[in-house]
Nanobody, 120 residues
Framework: QVQLVESGGGLVQAGDPLRLSCAIS????????MGWFRQAPGKEREFVAA????????RYAASVKGRFTASRDNFKNTVYPQIDSLKPEDTAVYYC?????????????WGQGTQVTVSS
């Protein structure tokens, strides 16, 4: 069983950067393809970014491409999305998830989410 715990959210100013973390708690040495999603108030949850199990590949939604950088440290079992130049429309609950396949947004496990609020 995999447990995912996000952290790093909070209230930030527009234009500031923010680094989130997702700690992966697992019983095996399996490394997972990981994804980030977000859900803004009144909207559906949407895909934001994915990173392959070894960190060698990343892909991003058009809305964050160029501002969002996903990385991971498999020794620490942690993935780190860095969001630069935050905008008010980035306000959302951000979730990390394990992906069944790197190139598909099929989720096996969800974290509980961390709130990011961007003030203008």
């Amino acid at each position: 069983q995999v447990q995912l715990v996000e952290s790093g959210g909070g209230l930030v100013q527009a234009g500031d950067p923010l680094r989130l973390s997702c700690a992966i708690s697992k019983r095996t040495f399996t490394y997972y393809n990981m994804g980030w999603f977000r859900q803004a108030p009144g909207k559906e949850r949407e895909f934001v970014a994915a990173i392959s199990w070894n960190g060698g590949s990343t892909r991003y939604a058009a809305s964050v491409k160029g501002r969002f950088t996903a990385s991971r440290d498999n020794f620490k079992n942690t993935v780190y999305p860095q969001i630069d130049s935050l905008k008010p429309e980035d306000t959302a609950v951000y979730y990390c998830a394990t992906l069944r396949y790197y190139n598909e947004n099929v989720v096996n496990d969800w974290g509980q989410g961390t709130q990011v609020t961007v003030s203008s």
